[in-house]
């Protein structure tokens, strides 16, 4: 019998602050065998991060591991001298995180971080030391690895730098490679070429892998089997296309509703979100931790003493679940009864042939070199109606955060007309508008860690926009007002006297919903509104402003780099890059071919989260250049994996126009027609 | 000539701060009571190092308000028979004791030394507070604007910084430099921050509450006006404070060696804060710059800047002290420290003890505001 | 590079002038030339005494053509002898020409100093040598300790090592040099007798540990607690890094992470600190002068002051201001030079 090269057996974890035993983990139990690869999946404070530290014995000072063992090759880890445990770090198991940035040492290059691990583990030349570095360079797929050897980290882009991170990681051959969230700051066409890297490699080097993720997408292409974690428990463990096609676990269950997979549609199918918030590591409840947010809950049953994991259907497949006989998994979900689509009105908003430029001067007091444009954005034509969502999708750098300055009046605009309600406000800057205009367009920030001032209790700054929007004659009326837009956006009452800081990530998501909705706009800009957010508050965010827009008829600019989020809820797709549309439609001619191949890149890229749905490779080269230097002609031809079936180099050197290839339906790209025509589906 | 044991000094010396024992006793009983609901201020109380500061600084703070009940004799008054006197000594027509001897005027050095915590005590927070309102009134427009505006301020403030110290004090704290109208100028125009910063803050915050902005605006006006004219004239209306000249120019000369260092601070909280999203929100409802940088990026660089407040208050206590040191701007005979120190260390080989009860107030104070500081970073950066 | 230098020269050239223009005004000053006056004619002297002093020696000749003679694009007149109408010479014992010449700063020409009957250039140049002198036995004493301790402390954030050299770090920070040169001196002068109160000896004699001692460790206790607090706040910093973790599972030692990847990093703040901390040495160096009797810069700095002897006032500014400029063009140099990340723009 092959023995397991990780098994950890009742693992549990405690933080010691000077008052009270925090504890993070408990009764975590997982096995990975030789070439397996494992996947750990949760949400943020679920205690998967601290797993991953307790394995390498790399706690904080205050963390300690209570109970239970983990047991590396066999041996037990917590026996190991500190001189062993040195030798297993770094050549037996090995780490990668989600920062590329911060995991680099930013004084030393590139080589010196490679060959280290080998000088530590092996006794070799400096030649030897360099061409294993350098092999290892190209089996990660860096372009031009020499040079790479010889630059600094901040160099490089954020993927080549987590492709370097990850060479590091197997420089040494380890038998365990750990992942945390290697690729939650990049980009996800980025991503997608980092998750092909870490399957193949994984493959090919025979390494086993603990999967760190929050996105159950990516562990379902990346893992042989997962565990989810639920504050500080595992709940759900197995095979993965068994715990993925038959949840046996109602928080694995209330993800995958809260998710909107593909498929799914804001007024036939709506989100189901999770109840309730992930109780704080001293309040876990008695019994089971999901109880107090679990529809199928039974007093006295669920809540009587601790749980410990049970076999579900398969024995290879286990739920922390007492009542997986008793609950009927196929039931529809409950409240997610469909809407009736709103009807789209007359247009709003009326975009043609926006551009922002930026000059990027060194100039300091005294003049300075010569100033440099960056094109933020170039050529942006669009309209938005009243009660539809438009919704703006592209990586960073696309033009996408400054094309809503532009409308929001933060920036103006340096040629082309954006029409707002038949005015045009291109180049009106914000102190220039008038009250109702600038009520009449509102924002919803990406962070809602940010977007409230820390300072001020969250009701005073409501009331504080309804004093700016001239709403409300008196103090009293707006205090009464502000309680109301509480209850709209479903928080209590008794929030208004809180400060920011006492409240939760979706709490204050939802009073940043309030204060953009206080001043009854006509559209409403989101800017990645979900991104920061947990899956199961996303859902909860995302059903609060479907309703409010369709009870408020309220134009919708979504921009957003998730196209599930965008396929979800949106009427209509621009997709953006490097400042140019390159493709416009309604959302089912987007998600269906003919594509442009940016958004047949981006739609491959896509982690699905659904075993019965097949997906097209589309993996592109490269990264996204600079907006100060774009490259001539088309825009996207850096990357394009479909250049070469343009005749001439026409994409090299002509930008292409705006092809109207059905109703509504637009694409800037050479391609010719028939091309297109034969494009198949991505996902089917 | 008679003299107390070393134990009968330090006792009695002990008993003449009994009003400062009691009163810090009250302090600190009330804060160790009330700490749960002091906010910052409660957890710094309960670390050693914020305990010992608030310890030092009240101690200062309540001797600089009972100085006159601690102080047996006249911090200026010479008994000639007691120069040089060694600690203890007794002076024979009230029969008590120079605690910690005479200097070589025939002075007590205790009383003096008492005496001498009200100077710094009233001159540094206040220095600080003018350099604090030039800094934010400033600072806040380089970060927040950039462009010219910041790169012509960054000069001045640079340039400033590029004085030595000592020079500018040489240069601007001399006694020729009275007769002409520059100090008044100077703190004229620096006096004139403060009022300008409230009006602004009033200004921008109350636009929808036009009587409690009225309100406001008056009586800053009032108090405002009162405080200018009393120190920038000398002429208060209503002859309560008397400030000299000298001062005056101690205050200008203060402010303007520390407005610098607090700008820079100021412009880079608000370079870091502006990027926040809700300085954005500000923006996108239509708020005036003005409003976004004194009611929403101010408030959020409080804590920083209350730690380097409590530094700079005694970096310039040092510097006031360096001032007493060459002798520029206190009068010869003042009992402030750092001139005590000047006097008496010419002549350290043939008396000690003049030198160190000065030399030991000030560091005790400094040391107060330092461990103050170091607490509030610590807690606040636990938030 | 070369851009960015010759901007930060020309920089440097508009504050130098910005600068001097302020200290000659101020030096200017009609109490201030009284004063001089005064000081000059060695008597009590009249008003009208003052006044024929200060027109015969060209001190009431317009400000801007004095100021454009100091720096050396305007010619310096001489004194006319008012009984034979002759052009004298203005200052005879620095040997000044009795005709109108290019004398100033951009020719080299210093001027000369009324208090010391000299050339600036040759009172200034001793004391220079022997300003820079202390400041390298300051810098030398002062900075490996305070590095040595800020690293020793910011190494392990929290431990009882750090907490002991913490405390220690803010007690000598509240000590200005008035305080301890007074404390030390009465310690190791009066009462032990192993050190010298005074370093006016080592003028003449040449340094000694006896007399050089104090002067050095008066300044150094002052600023060490100021380095190793920045440092151990830099080092705190980086220990919390990611590549700190990154190394540590990489299957480093402690030390090895320590001296590989920490070091580097976190020496890079208190590097700036240190260069920036030369002017600020520079105040801390005419107390320590002062009160220890040492001929050095500072010394002929407060002599300058007190006499208003306008044309070492003069150099004594513009030796300071090149201290800071240059300390800090290098700060920023080797800033960018120590962290790749900044490249100089």
């Known amino acids: 019998m092959v023995e397991p090269i990780l098994e950890i057996s009742n693992l549990s974890i405690s933080f010691f602050t000077r008052a009270v035993e925090i504890p993070a983990v408990m009764d975590f139990s997982c096995k990975i065998m030789p070439g397996e690869s494992m996947g750990l999946v949760g949400e943020s404070g679920c205690g998967k991060s601290t797993v991953a530290l307790a394995i390498l014995r790399d706690l904080a000072r205050i963390g300690r591991i209570t109970d239970g063992t983990i047991k590396f090759n066999g041996r037990d880890m917590a026996t190991l001298s500190d001189e062993e445990l040195m030798r297993v770090r770094g050549s037996e198991i090995a780490m990668v995180y989600q920062e590329p940035m911060a995991s680099l040492n930013p004084t030393m290059k590139i080589e010196q971080q490679l060959t280290e691990v080998l000088f530590i583990h092996e006794k070799v030349s400096k030649q030897e030391a360099y061409d294993r570095a350098l092999e290892m360079m190209k089996a990660v797929r860096l372009p031009d690895p020499e040079r790479m050897m010889r630059s600094y980290p901040h160099q490089l882009s954020g993927g080549q730098q987590q492709r370097i991170v990850i060479a590091m990681a197997l420089l040494a051959n380890p038998k365990l490679l750990i992942l945390d969230e290697p690729t939650t700051a990049l980009d996800v066409t980025v991503e997608a070429g980092i998750v092909e890297l870490v399957k193949d490699l994984g493959n090919r080097f025979g390494t086993s892998m603990l999967f760190i993720s929050h996105n159950l997408g990516l562990i379902l292409e990346t893992c042989d089997r997962v565990t989810v974690m639920y504050s500080g428990e595992a709940v759900e463990s197995g095979p993965i296309h068994e715990v993925f096609g038959a949840v046996r676990h109602p928080y694995t269950q209330g993800l995958f509703r809260s998710m909107p997979l593909l498929g799914k549609n804001r007024n036939s199918s709506p989100l189901v979100p999770i109840p309730g918030q992930l109780p704080l590591p001293h309040e876990r409840p008695q019994g089971c931790n999901f109880g107090p947010r679990c529809s199928y809950f039974t007093d006295g049953v669920c809540n009587r003493a601790d749980i410990a994991m049970l076999p579900a259907g398969t024995p290879s497949h286990q739920s922390r679940c007492l009542r997986i006989e008793a609950i009927d998994w196929d039931a529809a979900a409950k409240g997610g009864a469909a809407n009736v689509p709103t009807a789209i009105g007359e247009n709003l908003l009326d975009v043609h042939s926006l551009k922002k430029h930026y000059q990027v001067a060194a100039s300091e007091l005294f003049g300075g070199r010569e100033a440099r444009t960056v094109k933020a954005v170039e050529d942006v034509s669009f309209t938005a109606r009243e009660a539809e969502t438009v919704a703006i999708v592209g990586e960073s750098g696309c033009g996408k955060s400054t094309l809503a300055k532009v409308l929001l009046g933060l920036e103006t605009a340096t040629g082309g007309t954006a029409l707002f309600d038949a005015t045009e406000i291109q180049s009106d800057p914000i102190d220039k508008r008038s009250t109702k205009l600038i009520s009449s367009v509102q924002m919803i920030f990406q962070n809602p860690f940010d977007t409230l001032n820390p300072s001020y209790s969250v009701g005073s700054q409501i009331v504080r926009t309804l004093e700016r929007f001239g709403i409300g004659s008196s103090t009293e009326e707006r205090e009464s007002m502000m309680l109301e837009l509480l209850d709209l956006v479903k928080l209590p009452r008794a929030f208004a006297t809180r400060m920011p800081r006492q409240l939760s990530g979706g709490q204050k998501q939802r009073i940043g919903v309030a204060r953009a909705f206080a001043g009854r706009p006509r559209m409403i800009i989101a800017d990645e509104p979900m991104s920061a957010l947990d899956v199961s508050v996303q859902a909860a965010i995302t059903e609060l402003l479907t309703n409010l827009q369709r009870q408020s008829r309220t134009t919708m600019l979504l921009i957003s780099h998730d196209l599930s989020l965008v396929r979800y809820l949106s009427d209509r797709v621009i997709v953006m890059y490097l400042g140019h549309i390159v493709e416009q439609g309604t959302t089912d001619q987007i998600f269906q071919p003919p594509y442009h191949p940016y958004t047949e890149a981006l739609l491959a890229a896509i982690p699905l989260a659904d075993t019965t749905a097949k997906k097209r490779k589309v993996v592109l080269e490269g990264e996204i250049p600079s907006a100060m230097s774009p490259p001539p002609g088309c825009p996207f031809q850096t990357r394009c994996h479909l250049k070469a079936k343009v005749a001439g180099g026409l994409c090299e050197s002509v930008v292409p126009p705006m092809r109207v290839l059905t109703d509504g339906h637009a694409i800037k790209c050479h391609l010719p027609s028939e091309v297109l025509d034969a494009m198949t589906p991505v996902i089917s | 000539m008679e003299f107390l044991s070393t134990s009968d000094i330090v006792f009695r010396a002990l008993a003449q701060f009994t009003p400062v024992w009691l009163s810090l006793f009250v302090l600190l009983a009330l804060s160790l009571l009330f700490k749960r609901k002091l906010g910052l201020y409660g957890y710094v109380v309960e670390t050693g190092t914020g305990f010992a500061g608030v310890l030092l600084l009240a101690f200062w703070l309540f001797t600089a308000i009972f100085a006159a009940r601690i102080a047996p004799f006249d911090p200026l008054g010479q008994i000639s028979a007691m120069k040089d006197a060694l600690p203890g000594a007794i002076e024979k027509i009230s029969g008590q004791p120079y605690l910690f001897g005479g200097d070589k005027l025939a002075r007590d050095v205790f009383s003096r030394m008492v005496f001498g915590s009200r100077i710094v005590l009233i001159i540094a927070p206040l220095a600080t507070l003018l350099a604090l309102s030039v800094g934010i009134m400033l600072g806040l427009p380089a970060g927040y604007f950039g462009k010219r505006i910041d790169s012509v301020l960054s000069f001045l403030a640079n340039l400033i910084l590029a004085f030595p110290i000592i020079l500018l004090f040489y240069l601007l704290v001399s006694p020729g430099i009275l007769e002409t109208p520059i100090p008044y100028a100077l703190a004229g125009v620096f006096f004139l921050f403060p009022i300008i910063l409230l009006y602004t803050l009033f200004w921008s915050g109350y636009r929808a509450h036009p009587l409690q902005m009225a309100i406001r605006l008056l009586l800053t006006s009032l108090v405002g006006g009162w405080l200018f004219a009393t120190f920038v004239f000398d002429h208060d209306p209503f002859h309560i404070l008397r400030v000299s000249p000298s001062t005056l120019n101690i205050f200008a000369a203060v402010a303007l060696a520390s407005g610098p260092g607090i700008f820079r601070i100021v412009r880079g909280l608000t370079l870091e804060i502006k990027t926040r999203e809700y300085v954005q929100a500000a923006q996108t409802r239509g708020e005036s710059a003005w409003y976004i940088m004194l009611w929403e990026i101010l408030p959020n660089a409080r804590g920083p800047l209350i730690v380097d407040a409590c530094l700079r208050i005694g970096y310039t206590t040092i510097l006031i002290g360096a001032l007493g040191y060459f002798g520029l701007g206190m009068p010869p005979e003042s009992p402030d420290w750092g001139t005590a120190i000047k006097e008496s260390s010419r002549l350290l080989r043939a008396f000690v003890h003049p030198a160190l009860p000065p030399a030991l107030a000030m560091m005790s104070f400094v040391l107060g505001l330092n461990l103050l500081a170091d607490a509030l970073r610590e807690q606040s950066l636990k938030d | ?345």
């Open chain 3, 1 to 345: 590079m070369l851009n960015f230098l010759t901007r930060r020269l020309g920089v440097m050239a508009l504050t130098m002038i910005c600068l001097t223009f302020v200290v000659f005004y101020l030096v200017n000053l009609e109490p201030n030339l009284r004063k001089l006056a005064i000081s000059q004619t060695e008597m009590h002297a009249s008003d009208e005494h003052i006044e024929s002093w200060l027109t015969k020696n060209g001190y009431r000749r317009p400000f801007l053509e004095r100021y454009a003679a100091w720096i050396g694009v305007w010619q310096k007149q001489p004194n006319i002898d008012p009984e034979s109408g002759k052009p004298v010479s203005r200052f005879s014992y620095c040997d000044e020409p009795a005709v109108p010449v290019f004398a100033g700063v951009i020719e080299g020409d210093f001027g000369c100093s009324t208090k010391f009957k000299t050339k600036v250039a040759d009172k200034m140049l001793p004391a220079l040598r022997a300003t820079g002198l202390l400041m390298f036995w300051v810098m030398a004493t002062m900075v490996p300790v305070a590095l040595f301790l800020g690293i020793l402390s910011g190494m392990r954030e929290g431990s009882k090592l750090d907490r002991v050299l913490s405390v220690l770090s803010i007690v000598t920070t509240s000590t200005p040099e008035y305080v301890s040169g007074v404390v030390l001196t009465i310690i190791f002068g009066t009462w032990l007798g192993w050190l010298n109160g005074s370093a006016a000896s080592a003028t003449g004699d040449g340094i000694t540990f006896y007399n050089f001692t104090l002067p050095v460790i008066t300044p150094a206790i002052y600023g060490m607690g100021y380095i190793a607090r920045m440092t151990r706040a830099s080092m705190a910093e980086v220990m919390t890094a990611q590549y700190i973790r990154t190394a540590r599972l990489k299957g480093l030692s402690f030390y090895a992470v320590i001296i590989k990847h920490a070091l580097r990093n976190a020496l890079i703040a208190p590097f700036t600190v240190i260069m920036l901390l030369f002017p600020w040495l520079l105040t801390g160096v005419v107390i320590v002068e002062v009160m220890f009797r040492y001929q050095g810069f500072g010394l002929a700095l407060v002599e300058a002051a007190g006499n208003n002897d306008i044309d070492l006032m003069l150099a004594c500014s513009l030796v300071s201001v090149v201290l800071v400029l240059a300390t800090q063009l290098i700060s920023d140099v080797g800033y960018a030079y120590l962290n790749p990340r900044i490249r100089v723009q």
